[in-house]
């Protein structure tokens, strides 16, 4: 592989390109005096990530060893549409990328989406990998996340972009816990802007990952290497105990909790994030990095953690609309926070279920209805998602939980209560 010099400029160049068979991979590759023994560090991005999304991880890396940005098809910059293609798939473009390319092992980083690519790569060619870094991972098939992800497919495909960003940005970006993360309301509207603004191959390519998502069934073995999983404390897309469960799986893995970071750990905490990546790449100690806590997966314990509060308004009742039906329901809400609301019937409706996908439950209190989908039920209560479908009824549900006069529930449940249920 040919390494070029780096300057922050070359990460907004045109990339090379390595034809797999038909498959395009664009890349880069920096050289890193005194250290081009060393194996390279290659970064595998997520969803709406570019090559200059990691320029401080490539800053900071170069100090010890070269670097490699790739982006296969559909990922990153990479405009190639590939359907066809799984996600195991990727673990051969990966290693068919790296052998015509001469490059007998690497260090692995991958995050969100980039996680399960590296992690199936690791798994499948473990004689290729020395260290494998990941982050924002789950092996399950949380029902609540598959329904997240399958309305945002409904939401592009119907081309309504400003309700597709608003619950991009909801679900990426923990709003519960805004204060601890320092998020503030110029990223997120940066962050709502350039996802609003996909163009129509960005939006296929998200499509077609999505649908790769869904498709995929799990992990049938796991990394043999060297493996750190490192995650945000407060990561309500992947959670904390979803990539503590990867880690436990993994031979030699360790894990890693960011504070004060979710599922955007990488931009939220960029010191932190920067010491783990360089510390575990170069093969130094983890132990004392400022605002990381370290964890044996095999006892991480999570039982004493908590979601945020779960609220109950003392105005009752509140209207359920069906839009489907055209009906008007009349229920009680028996807890509610931003992720999503317990109700109860007052007059049982059977109709009322899983299939229910047309439902909006009037606030008043904060001037807008919200969408709910129901993900369980129990008698007269449905327990149910509630999918943010526009930034300005997001702020106001915020407003409304944080300063309206509600009651918290004394029998808040733990983590490990609602794991697999509300994220």
Request: aromatic content about 8%; glycine content about 6%; proline content about 3%.
């Amino acid at each position: 592989m040919q390494f070029a010099n780096y300057s922050p400029a070359a990460l907004k160049q045109a990339p090379n390109i390595q034809m797999i068979g038909d498959y395009k991979v664009e890349f880069v590759a920096y050289e890193s005096e005194g250290n081009m023994d060393k194996a390279p560090v290659m970064f595998l991005g997520g969803a709406f990530q570019s090559f200059s999304s990691f320029r401080n991880e490539v800053e900071q890396m170069l100090e010890h060893c070269p670097v490699i940005l790739a982006d296969f098809p559909s990922q990153g910059g990479n405009d190639q549409l590939a359907p066809e293609l799984d996600m195991e798939d990727f673990a051969d473009l990966i290693a068919g990328f790296l052998t015509s390319q001469g490059v007998s092992k690497v260090q692995l980083m991958g995050v969100s989406y980039g996680s399960a690519m590296a992690t199936l790569f690791a798994s499948a060619y473990p004689q290729m990998i020395d260290r494998l870094l990941i982050s924002g991972i789950t092996c399950f098939r949380r029902e609540s996340l598959i329904t997240l992800l399958e309305d945002s497919l409904k939401l592009l495909d119907n081309g309504d972009m400003d309700a597709f960003a608003t619950t991009a940005v909801c679900n990426l970006i923990n709003h519960n816990r805004m204060e601890d993360t320092q998020i503030g309301a110029t990223y997120r509207r940066l962050l709502f802007r350039q996802i609003a603004r996909l163009n129509d191959n960005e939006r296929q390519r998200y499509a077609q990952n999505t649908r790769r998502l869904l498709r995929f069934q799990g992990f049938k073995s796991f990394p043999t290497c060297e493996t750190l999983i490192a995650t945000g404390e407060f990561d309500n897309f992947t959670l904390p105990q979803e990539n503590a469960a990867v880690a436990r799986q993994c031979v030699n893995g360790k894990f890693a909790v960011i504070r004060n970071a979710d599922h955007l750990a990488q931009f939220e905490q960029k010191s932190a994030s920067m010491e783990v990546v360089c510390r575990f790449m170069s093969g130094q100690s983890l132990e004392g990095i400022q605002g990381v806590d370290l964890y044996d997966p095999q006892a991480y314990d999570f039982a004493n953690q908590r979601l945020q509060a779960r609220l109950r308004p003392m105005e009752q009742p509140y209207s359920l609309h069906d839009k489907a039906t055209g009906k008007e329901h009349t229920v009680r809400i028996t807890n509610i926070n931003f992720s999503g609301c317990e109700i109860e019937q007052i007059n049982v409706d059977m109709t009322l279920n899983e299939s229910s996908d047309q439902l909006w439950l009037e606030i008043p209190e904060t001037g807008h209805t919200y969408h709910v989908r129901v993900l369980g039920k129990d008698k007269k209560s449905l327990r149910c998602l509630l999918m943010q479908r526009e930034m300005k009824g997001a702020e106001a549900l915020l407003n409304y939980l944080q300063d309206h006069l509600l009651m918290v529930r004394e029998d808040q449940p733990t983590v490990e209560e609602v794991a697999g249920q509300l994220a």
